[in-house]
């Protein structure tokens, strides 16, 4: 086992034992809970945490149960006892798993994770191997992306990438996996006290000043930021994509710009239209091709992974750029966009799509609130605003 010697887990505090350490502990132990086994049976299960004097332990305690009952599982904390305590009142409190928190004989730089089975002794070999082998669960992404992408950037001249993480769940992948890369790696907005997520940052609000990617909270959404700071259209990256990778088509939606489809035409693509929504995206992409997206990030290259991945998105164009030598404004540099306005209105107005004066004209229903959004995009903005304005002040 990588983790687990012959009396549990244990290292230096801050070195080789980490608080992030620890929560991957409580995020293995939580999946062998809830998968089931003889020593570990049901979940929804009751956990019984003790621990020794170590400055350490209320850390890792504090971290370990904030893990565990986050997944849903039930923890009683007994404080400061003898090992042997512990799992006495592990077997008594009927509790699944007893954790104690300690190095025992080691120094107290040092501490440590023992587990106790619900019967009091200690948890055996075979749920013990399963909790070691899920510890790195989260690196199979990593390592899968690593597999995939290295030999595109093996000894190539590569950016320096500037991140915004929109303190989410993807920094740390993100950081991780473009080191590995060879990337130099600047990363803002890594740091997440549970109310941040998204404020004023990520994909929603980019921070950043030169070339790199922005994510959302999930990290399954993408913008791309020029090298002179300037946002890329989600309509203008999916093209140059579209035209990097050869498809023969993009599935895109309603909402992509009819100016861009024309040119992707022109380059012999096909634009296919879906409703609003990646799932939707993804279900026409089933009957094939090579790229799929929104303008909003959402972008699945389906022969990596079925699922939109803004990491994906943003290691793919890395590759477009360093085999083409350019910079992602001079890959953008040719692609119109038509100028286009959209408008919400609670008035309710007839669903549909038409044309009227050289413009486009979308409306439709909003599926998240009770609103009615208008699209026009044309060549002249002018026109734009003068049909939108007939649009909404027309009565019903």
């Avoid at 009396?7 to 062998?32: C, Q």
């Avoid at 890594?190 to 070339?211: K, S, V």
């Avoid at 012999?268 to 799932?279: F, L, M």
């Amino acid at each position: 086992m990588k983790y687990f010697g012959t009396d549990g887990i244990r290292g230096v505090y801050g070195k080789t034992l980490t608080l992030d350490l620890v929560a991957k502990v409580g995020n293995a132990i939580v999946r062998v809970l809830a998968s089931g086994s003889e020593a570990i049976p049901k979940c929804g299960a009751v956990a019984v945490i003790g621990w020794d004097t170590r400055k350490s332990g209320n850390s890792i305690v504090k971290k370990l149960t904030k893990t565990l009952v986050s997944n849903g599982i039930k923890v009683i904390h007994i404080g400061v006892v003898p090992t042997t305590a512990l799992a006495f009142m592990t077997r008594e409190l009927k509790a699944d798993l007893g954790i104690m928190i300690t190095a025992s004989h080691n120094p107290p730089e040092y501490n440590g994770i023992k587990l106790f089975a619900s019967t009091g002794e200690k948890l055996d070999e075979q749920a013990t191997e399963r909790i070691d082998a899920l510890i790195d669960m989260d690196t199979l992404w990593q390592d899968f992306l690593i597999t995939q992408f290295a030999p595109k950037f093996k000894n190539k001249k590569l950016p320096r990438v500037i991140l915004d993480c929109a303190n989410g769940s993807g920094a740390s992948v993100a950081i991780n996996v473009l080191k590995r890369l060879g990337f130099d790696v600047e990363a803002h907005n890594t740091e997440t006290d549970g109310r941040n997520i998204n404020i004023n940052c990520g994909a929603l609000r980019p921070t950043l000043t030169g070339f790199g990617f922005a994510f959302d909270g999930d990290a399954d959404r993408c913008i791309a930021v020029d090298e002179d700071g300037k946002i890329v259209h989600g309509d203008v990256l999916l093209a140059v994509l579209a035209r990097h990778l050869k498809a023969a088509k993009l599935v895109t939606t309603v909402m992509f710009n009819t100016g861009t489809e024309k040119w992707l035409n022109q380059h012999g693509i096909d634009v296919i239209r879906t409703p609003v929504g990646d799932k939707y995206v993804y279900a026409a992409l089933k009957s094939g091709g090579k790229l799929g997206g929104e303008p909003s990030g959402h972008i699945i290259f389906p022969d990596i992974f079925p699922c939109g991945d803004g990491l994906v998105t943003a290691l793919i164009t890395l590759q477009m750029m360093v085999e083409s030598g350019n910079s992602l404004s001079a890959l953008c540099a040719d692609v119109p966009i038509w100028p286009s306005i959209l408008r919400n209105t609670p008035q309710d107005i007839a669903a549909g799509e038409y044309w009227r004066d050289g413009c486009r004209v979308l409306v439709r229903k909003s599926g998240t609130e009770n609103t009615t959004r208008v699209l026009v995009e044309g060549e002249s903005l002018q026109r734009c605003n003068e049909i939108l304005t007939e649009i909404i002040n027309k009565p019903n």
